[in-house]
């Protein structure tokens, strides 16, 4: 197959849920041959957590469609350019002083992909409906799990697993993961770029049932947003995915 052949079906979803304002931000912007997909999940209050998510969205894709390009070089500029505006954005404005955000962001081209992510929101890689891998989170409760004190799994109920510990904007530098050398993308790989509002009331087991009875990325997320709903609890965060499925 070559890879021209790649095509990419996303969908997404992004929902206040229990809260009064919705401050995840997702968004995507195809290319010929891929494209770039941005999920930010906004920290620092009302209005300002919501103000840094959508100044990082828009930032990574408008520095993609100047530049569209698969490589770790890429990558770095773009999340640096988002950073960058969310400080100038910051400067002189006390009501956003604190604002931030966390990001996930996953970039397409000629047949690969490579991805990055600053605190908790996630990308889970499926390949033929299994979990090939995912981020692992800048939180006080991952570390704690590096550390050997928990189980991955108790991430999802820790009492700080809101403790992030990586922003895209924070720090004297980008202090971003990337993903490393870029993978080759095959026909039935998926992925899922989530904040944690989603991750935390579906588990790793939940996103491969729905992506094997799915036939499109859109039905995989209403799967997925099924499971959410039957146990999201009063007052619950807001929840927020892109889901990526490529394809012949």
């Known amino acids: 197959m070559?890879?021209?052949?790649?095509?990419?079906?996303?969908?997404?979803?992004?929902?206040?849920?229990?809260?009064?304002?919705?401050?995840?931000?997702?968004?995507?912007?195809?290319?010929?041959?891929?494209?770039?997909?941005?999920?930010?999940?906004?920290?620092?209050?009302?209005?300002?957590?919501?103000?840094?998510?959508?100044?990082?969205v828009n930032s990574i894709l408008q520095s993609f469609a100047l530049h569209a390009e698969c490589s770790e070089s890429a990558l770095r500029m773009y999340l640096e350019s988002a950073r960058q505006a969310i400080l100038a954005e910051r400067a002189g404005k006390p009501h956003l002083s604190a604002m931030d955000s966390t990001v996930v962001v996953l970039v397409a081209s000629g047949g690969r992909a490579l991805w990055a992510h600053a605190g908790d929101s996630r990308l889970y890689w499926f390949r033929s409906a299994r979990l090939e891998t995912q981020t692992r989170d800048h939180s006080l409760p991952q570390a704690l799990v590096g550390a050997g004190k928990i189980s991955p799994r108790e991430i999802r109920f820790h009492e700080d697993r809101n403790k992030v510990l990586r922003t895209l904007a924070g720090g004297e530098t980008l202090r971003a993961d990337l993903s490393g050398e870029a993978i080759h993308l095959k026909s039935g790989d998926a992925f899922l770029l989530a904040s944690d509002g989603l991750w935390e009331l579906v588990d790793e087991t939940e996103m491969e049932v729905e992506l094997a009875r799915s036939t499109s990325a859109e039905a995989w997320l209403k799967g997925l947003e099924t499971c959410l709903r039957a146990r999201a609890f009063s007052g619950h965060d807001n929840y927020s995915a892109i889901a990526v499925r490529v394809n012949e």
């Open 2 to 56: 070559s890879e021209s052949a790649l095509a990419f079906d996303t969908a997404i979803l992004s929902s206040q849920g229990g809260r009064e304002a919705n401050q995840d931000e997702a968004r995507h912007l195809p290319s010929p041959d891929g494209g770039c997909w941005v999920l930010c999940d906004g920290l620092g209050g009302y209005g300002g957590g919501e103000t840094a998510a959508r100044i990082g």
